[in-house]
């Protein structure tokens, strides 16, 4: 991810903070199945990488002695600092140059932020180095196959607007490389659901997601009357797919 890239994706996430809940309904599907694995475990200190506006706050603070809240978009964190309790250290840093002494970390937590990452491989070895001896790092990663259904709709209108999300195999080899035991490992198709092509469109600014190389900003009319009619097709909904891998990583 370029740098400029890498400013659009924080002016994004940043517009999107105040909506981003009520919109996010696959990121709370997918955090609820890494929260589910963790259980009852207690997390120690622990990074909440990507935070957001602190969705997973709460959920997260109870379970650990402290709890650091991480995120590109300053907006995000305005909406995180009251979510995770007194011990909620809200820190606004790019994931890709974490500002974090090495062993200081018992946990990691990140739910469908990593794929943001502009080297997901330097990511885990950054990981690996902040976590503590035995440290836990459970991640959920949008990787390929996902949002097949816009990829689609774009190209019929011959503008490439997907980014291009990491295979499994692949995020699960940097893992092992950059050091990690991996302990689990699950795979999951969720599905998003909506009453029109033009409000699917509309949910992927509202989470920020619409911050890839060619997002719908820079269509014409006729492009982005193209893509709705693909979109929609003769359904009387529209579902859009995200292909979703975690892992509990051990140091």
């Given at each position: ?98 500002p974090i002494h090495s062993a200081a970390i018992d946990t ?13 491989a330097a990511l885990l070895c950054e990981l690996h180095r ?5 440290g836990r790092a459970y991640i959920a990663v949008v990787s ?108």
């Amino acid at each position: 991810m370029s740098a400029a890239l890498k400013l659009t994706t924080q002016r994004q996430f940043s517009k999107a903070a105040t909506n981003y809940q009520q919109h996010a309904r696959v990121q709370a599907a997918s955090s609820t199945v890494l929260l589910d694995h963790i259980g009852a475990r207690h997390l120690g200190v622990c990074l909440d990488l990507g935070a957001g506006p602190g969705v997973n706050s709460h959920a997260l603070s109870v379970r650990a002695q402290q709890l650091v809240s991480l995120d590109l978009s300053e907006s995000m964190l305005q909406c995180a600092r009251t979510l995770g309790g007194d011990d909620n250290h809200v820190v606004c840093a790019d994931m890709d140059t974490l500002p974090i002494h090495s062993a200081a970390i018992d946990t990691v937590f990140s739910n469908f932020a990593m794929q943001w990452s502009a080297d997901l491989a330097a990511l885990l070895c950054e990981l690996h180095r902040i976590l503590t001896a035995n440290g836990r790092a459970y991640i959920a990663v949008v990787s390929e196959g996902s949002l097949e259904e816009v990829k689609a709709a774009f190209a019929t209108a011959g503008v490439p607007a997907i980014n291009q999300f990491i295979r499994v195999g692949d995020l699960t080899i940097a893992a092992k490389q950059a050091g990690f035991k991996v302990q689990w490992q699950h795979q999951a198709r969720l599905l998003d659901r909506f009453d029109s092509a033009k409000q699917a469109l509309k949910s992927l600014s509202a989470i920020g997601a619409n911050s890839c190389e060619h997002g719908h900003r820079h269509l014409s009319k006729n492009q982005y009357m193209q893509i709705l009619n693909y979109l929609q097709g003769s359904q009387p909904g529209v579902g859009l797919s995200y292909n979703v891998a975690f892992l509990e990583l051990i140091k």
